[in-house]
C-alpha cells in the first residue's frame, strides 16, 4: 500500500508542476542562480531562496525540481505555491503539515519538497523544522521578505539554511530570453545595443518577455509589480495609515537612486512640501521597503580610515525598470540608472556591494566577494578631460593595489595608470569576467 501511494502521489504532484510552468519558461536556464544551489542539493541544509515578487524564483525553483525529477524518478515530490488556488485554503501551521502528509504519505521515502511564497502561513517554520527531523526529505524554499529570514526561523533552523537572493534578470539573461522570443523575428531588436536600450528603458523582469519589448503593454506590468510589491507587502503588512506619504518617499527613493541622502534630508524635503513627517517615520518607511527587497540600501565606507559612515547612504531599486513605469525618465538619469544597473550585476554575480569614499572622492563601488576586492566607477561616457579626472582620480586616489575598473558605454578602451576601463555593456555580458578573473 506504501509504494501504491508513492507512485500515486509521484504521477500527481509531477503532472501539477509541469502543467504550472508553461513550456517556453522550462528551457530558460539561470544558472547564477541554480549553480549556487546545486552544492547543497541533497544535504540536510535547507535552501532559502529570496527576492522581490515576480522576480523569477518561483521558475528557478521549478528548474531545480525539473532536474530532481530527472535525477531521482522514484522520490516523492510535492511542489506548492501558497498563493496557488490550492494554496490560499493552507493558513496555519496544521494545514501546511496535513497537506503535505497527504500528498507524501511515506515519511521514510526519499522526500523532495518545494514550497514557493512560505511566508504566507504564519509560523511555517516550526512546521518545516518538523519536517527536517522526522522525514527523509531534502527542502527547497522561496519568500518575498527579509522577514522569513529573522525570528523564529532563526531560532529554529540556526545553521541549517541557506539563502540565495534572486534578482530580476540581469542584461545577459535578459538577452537570452529576447533572442528566444517567438516575435524576434517580427521586429525584435537585432543588435546588443538595441536591446541594452530597451533593457535601460524596461529593466529585467522575467514577465515582460510576455510583452516583446511593446512599451505600453510592458509599462502597465512594471506598474502592476509596484503596485503589488507595496500594497502587499509592505502597506497592508505594516498597515501603514498615510498611504500618500508612503508613495512620496518610495518615489522620492526611486528619483534619487545612486544619491547620497539621509532620512534627516528627507524628512526635511518632504516639510517643504507641507508634509509633516518624523526622520523615525522615513526609517522605518526605508526598513519595510528594503525587507520586501523593493530598495536596496548600500552603506558608505571611508577607504582611508576603513570606517562605515553613519550618514547620507545610497539605496538602489531592484530594477530600474520601475522608475521608467512610475513616470521617472531612465534615459533622462542615465548616469544613476547605469549605477544601479551595476549594482544589481555585482549582486548577481555574488559580490557583496558598498559606496567608497577615499578623500575628498567618491567611488561608486567597492564590490568584496570572499577575499577579492574591486572597486568601479560607472560613468555615461568619458568625452570630456573632466569627466575622465574624474573617474579615474577617484579609483587612483584609493590607497591599494587591488583591481580598479572604470565602466562606461564608451566603445573604445581609455583605461590608464592601471585601471582598467571596459565598455558597460560587454561587461554585462562577459559574466564570467568581472575585472579579478573569471568566478
Not at 549605477?339 to 558598498?354: F, H, M, P, Q
Request: aromatic share 8%; net charge negative; glycine share 6%.
Amino acid at each position: 500500500m506504501i509504494d501504491e501511494n508513492r507512485d500515486q502521489a509521484n504521477f500527481v504532484d509531477r503532472s501539477r508542476r509541469e502543467d504550472a510552468m508553461p513550456e517556453s519558461d522550462q528551457i530558460v536556464p539561470r544558472p547564477r542562480y541554480t549553480d549556487r544551489i546545486t552544492p547543497y542539493a541533497d544535504t540536510p541544509v535547507i535552501k532559502v531562496l529570496t527576492g522581490a515578487r515576480r522576480s523569477g524564483k518561483s521558475t528557478i525553483l521549478d528548474l531545480v525540481a525539473q532536474q530532481v525529477d530527472q535525477d531521482h524518478p522514484r522520490a516523492q515530490i510535492v511542489r506548492l505555491n501558497l498563493e496557488s488556488a490550492v494554496g490560499l485554503s493552507i493558513r496555519t501551521p496544521e494545514q501546511l503539515l496535513d497537506h503535505l502528509t497527504a500528498r507524501a504519505p511515506d515519511r521514510t521515502a526519499r522526500t523532495y519538497l518545494f514550497l514557493d511564497e512560505i511566508q504566507q502561513v504564519p509560523g511555517w517554520e516550526r512546521v518545516v523544522n518538523a519536517l527536517r527531523v522526522d522525514w527523509d526529505c531534502d527542502i527547497y524554499l522561496t519568500g518575498s521578505s527579509s522577514r522569513m529570514l529573522s525570528g523564529d526561523l532563526a531560532t529554529h533552523l540556526a545553521g541549517r539554511y541557506v539563502t540565495i537572493h534572486v534578482q530580476p534578470l540581469a542584461f545577459a539573461e535578459y538577452r537570452a530570453l529576447r533572442l528566444l522570443d517567438p516575435a524576434a523575428s517580427g521586429g525584435a531588436p537585432s543588435s546588443d545595443q538595441e536591446l541594452f536600450q530597451e533593457y535601460l528603458a524596461l529593466g529585467g523582469f522575467p514577465g515582460l518577455r510576455y510583452f516583446h519589448g511593446g512599451r505600453e503593454a510592458s509599462l502597465a506590468y512594471l506598474r502592476s509589480v509596484y503596485d503589488s510589491a507595496l500594497v502587499r507587502d509592505v502597506i497592508q503588512y505594516h498597515q501603514v495609515r498615510d498611504v500618500d506619504l508612503f508613495h512620496r518617499v518610495v518615489t522620492y527613493c526611486l528619483a534619487n537612486v545612486g544619491r547620497t541622502f539621509s532620512a534627516s534630508s528627507l524628512s526635511r524635503f518632504l516639510r517643504s512640501e507641507r508634509r509633516t513627517v518624523s526622520v523615525d517615520t522615513v526609517l522605518n518607511y526605508l526598513t519595510y521597503c528594503t525587507e520586501a527587497f523593493l530598495l536596496r540600501r548600500v552603506p558608505r565606507h571611508d577607504l582611508i580610515s576603513k570606517r562605515i559612515l553613519a550618514v547620507e547612504e545610497k539605496y538602489y531599486v531592484v530594477d530600474h525598470g520601475l522608475r521608467e513605469a512610475m513616470g521617472l525618465s531612465n534615459s533622462a538619469a542615465i548616469e544613476v540608472v547605469l549605477e544601479n544597473i551595476v549594482c544589481n550585476e555585482l549582486t548577481s554575480r555574488g559580490w557583496t556591494v558598498g559606496v567608497g569614499r577615499a578623500g575628498a572622492q567618491e567611488v561608486d563601488f567597492v564590490a568584496r566577494r570572499e577575499a577579492q576586492v574591486l572597486y568601479v566607477q560607472v560613468s555615461y561616457l568619458l568625452a570630456s578631460e573632466e569627466t575622465r579626472h574624474r573617474e579615474f582620480g577617484a579609483l587612483l586616489a584609493v590607497p591599494d593595489n587591488h583591481p580598479k575598473l572604470v565602466l562606461s558605454l564608451d566603445p573604445l578602451s581609455l583605461g590608464h595608470d592601471g585601471v582598467e576601463h571596459r565598455n558597460l555593456v560587454e561587461w554585462l555580458l562577459a559574466a564570467g569576467d568581472d575585472g579579478v578573473g573569471a568566478r
